[in-house]
């Protein structure tokens, strides 16, 4: 069975871009246990660090972020169907 490798691309855009929009309103809202919670997911100190949220960073994260997981749905969809047919 052949994957629509535009539509997997679509889907993975639309759940990371729903993804985007949550963390940043935690951002947005508590900037300060985010900032704590990404400094344990990435085994650092960030005390001395703050999150801020503009809006022109919101768009050029929601638009960066969606545009790299529609290229790897793409190619997933791309590798998968090339895989299935040997």
């Given at each position: 069975m052949a994957i629509d490798a535009i539509k997997l691309g679509l889907a993975l855009t639309f759940v990371t871009a729903t993804l985007w929009l949550?963390?940043?309103?935690?951002?947005?809202?508590?900037?300060?246990?985010?900032?704590?919670?990404?400094?344990?997911?990435?085994h650092t100190h960030h005390q001395h660090f703050s999150w801020h949220m503009s809006l022109d960073g919101f768009l050029v994260g929601l638009l960066a972020w969606s545009s790299i997981a529609f290229i790897t749905g793409w190619l997933i969809g791309i590798a998968y169907n090339f895989l299935a047919k040997n």
């Open positions: 949550i963390c940043s309103l935690l951002v947005a809202v508590l900037p300060g246990e985010m900032t704590f919670m990404s400094g344990h997911m990435t």
